[in-house]
């Protein structure tokens, strides 16, 4: 075990950006939800205004400590971050005060409210941003929650960019809805009992895999949740429960609906990568179908957190998203219906994915197998200390996101 302490990587991913602010609001229930709000430095202002409105939401068992490095790049871009923990995780308040790292749930439908509350009555982006533009980055969970969110809640953001939302969690052997039978009956009697396998956070699990002779800037990123956890006990998080994965088998029953999707309006980037073990890519490709105005990034060599990985990946994805964003600042009519525009990392290898990627009469873009699904697609060459790189070994809750 050689995982580094946060003292010995780059500052920029391990302490707080210039500027961040922490505060607390109380939900709707009374519980104490973590935010923070990143301004962009004075030389990055346009017209002493930011360039736009971030809204920056984590997957399950994060905490905003995990993008700090995400946070200064949206700063230098000159935009403005807010950004929360959800209940139960990072710096909000625990669901049971005697067993606090143990996640629970009350339906993903209180965190869109929670996140309503937080963008009109804490952060009150319209209020005090008029007419710069708003984007919602969610990951994973926070993917899930934040379509739930586009749903209940139009309007209050321009568009949205979700890297591997959780919408079909990788069970294993076990089929998830018998996992989901099982769960249902252990939380019945008991909804902070850990799944099987699953249990606190130890610090053994979390770094047995590293080697010193294999640490680089993607290793850090993924260990990075767990570094912090490390120093900061009070922000560790253990595995699924059963009471929060009946919850999220729940919320992603209701994303599974074409119906249901097909009226979320909001212009929304999708990533998916191909070597996630945690949640099922096929199903993010699924619901870039159903979303009416959906952009589709699909990463061969990428796995569940495309922002954590290499430096070369990392610059392609900022790109994909600098255009997407620019694209819908200057469209000036409505996106057709049921437009999917798929973009990959490499060449497309496999006919079936590529014809997934684009079934349907109305599909706007066409990938053909072997050949460049658009002109953003990367044809270029990894350095050969990533080139032959397998993602990272999966980590000591390898089932949830």
Known sequence: ??????????????TPPDGLEYGHFKNADG??????????????????QPTGVVVLVTGFRESTERYYERIREHQERGEIVYTMDWRGQGGSQRYNKNLPQRPGAQGYEHDAADLEQFITEVAKIEERHPGLPKTLHAHSMGGNIALRYLHDYPGRVDNAVITSPMLEIKTGIVPQ???????????????FRYMPGEGDWNEAKAFGDIREDKINERVIRQSLQDLFYRDMPDKRM??????????????MSVLRDPKYLKQ???PVMLVAGRLDDLVNPKAIIRAAHHLPNATLQYYRRAGHSPWMESNLIRKKLWGQVDTFLEQQRD???PAPAKSVKATQDRPNPDPGMARRLTSGPEARETIKPGTSATATDWQGTAPSNERNASPAPAKRHPRVP
């Open 177 to 191: 809805w018998v996992a989901r039978q099982v769960a249902s009956v252990v939380s019945y009697f008991d909804k």
């Open 238 to 251: 253990g595995g699924a429960t059963a009471g929060w994965f009946v919850e999220a088998c729940r919320s």
């Open 331 to 333: 469209s000036t009519t």
């Open 31 to 48: 519980a104490a939800i973590r935010y923070a709000v990143a301004p962009p430095p004075a030389d990055r202002l346009v017209n002493g």
């Open 1 to 14: 075990m050689s995982a580094p302490r946060l003292r010995d990587i780059d500052p920029r991913m391990a």
């Open 264 to 266: 979320i309006k909001t």
